[in-house]
């Protein structure tokens, strides 16, 4: 498996709290993504980082920011948690240019009661 | 509007049988497709694409622009076979659309 680590790999908290999410790559991947799944939904962008500190919303980033201050770490934020936002959070990376994620992490179970 | 549609949520199989995911896409571009896998206990992983017209698995998919389609096949079923698939269509933007996702299960 390619060295992707997300933590915390499991979360339960309380609606109204804030909540970061990490990815720590060591692949020196330029791109990395965060994407949510859903039930019924497959997986759905949120936000995607194409270098340092330079990022871009994907299809559901209401509620949620990133930043990326160093190559190999990809935060993701949720100011203030609700409980629409109880999901299975996977980190992404990739090499190239062609925006498709080639390597996934292994998922935060993130569960705002 | 991009969409990516996977009619079928459970498929069941035998082993040995042949297997067939169903993915349909609305675009009005040049489509990029990809299937994407996740076994139990392990993480997602690109399958395969349909520029490489590749055979990863034993698994093929071709594209079918007339009928929007993009269905993932393999002649015969074997139980490691048994995972979650997602089918992907990758917009001009370059950020890729997942279907819901079909779960397979392979029966000895």
């Known amino acids: 498996d390619a060295g992707i680590t997300q933590s915390p790999r499991h979360k339960v908290t309380e609606t109204g709290t804030p909540v970061t999410l990490r990815c720590h790559q060591t692949?020196?991947?330029?791109?990395m993504y965060w994407y949510r799944q859903d039930p019924g939904h497959g997986l759905r962008l949120i936000h995607y980082?194409?270098?340092?500190?330079?990022?871009d919303k994907g299809e559901v980033s209401d509620g949620y920011s990133v930043s990326r201050s160093k190559t190999e770490d990809f935060l993701l934020t949720l100011e203030s948690a609700t409980s629409s936002q109880t999901s299975v959070y996977f980190c992404?990376?990739?090499?190239?240019?062609?925006?498709?994620?080639?390597?996934f992490g292994d998922g935060t179970r993130l569960s705002i009661l | 509007a991009q969409r990516v549609t996977q009619p079928e949520k459970l498929l069941s199989v035998f082993k040995g049988a042949p297997v067939e995911l169903k993915c349909n896409y609305s675009?009005?571009?040049?489509?990029?497709l990809f299937w994407y896998v996740q076994y139990s206990r392990q993480r997602l992983q690109l399958l395969l694409r349909?520029?490489s017209r590749e055979s990863i698995k034993g698994f093929t998919a071709d594209l079918n622009k007339g009928e929007t389609s993009f269905h993932l096949k393999k002649p015969f079923a074997q139980e490691e076979d048994s995972a979650m698939y997602y089918c992907?269509?990758?917009?001009?933007?370059?950020?890729?659309?997942f279907g819901a996702g079909t779960t397979v299960t392979v029966r000895a």
């Open positions: 992404a990376i990739s090499e190239s240019t062609g925006g498709q994620p080639q390597h």
């Open positions: 992907a269509l990758r917009k001009d933007d370059y950020k890729l659309s």
């Open positions: 349909h520029i």
């Open positions: 692949e020196n991947h330029r791109y």
């Open positions: 675009y009005s571009g040049s489509p990029e």
């Open positions: 980082s194409y270098g340092v500190k330079d990022t």
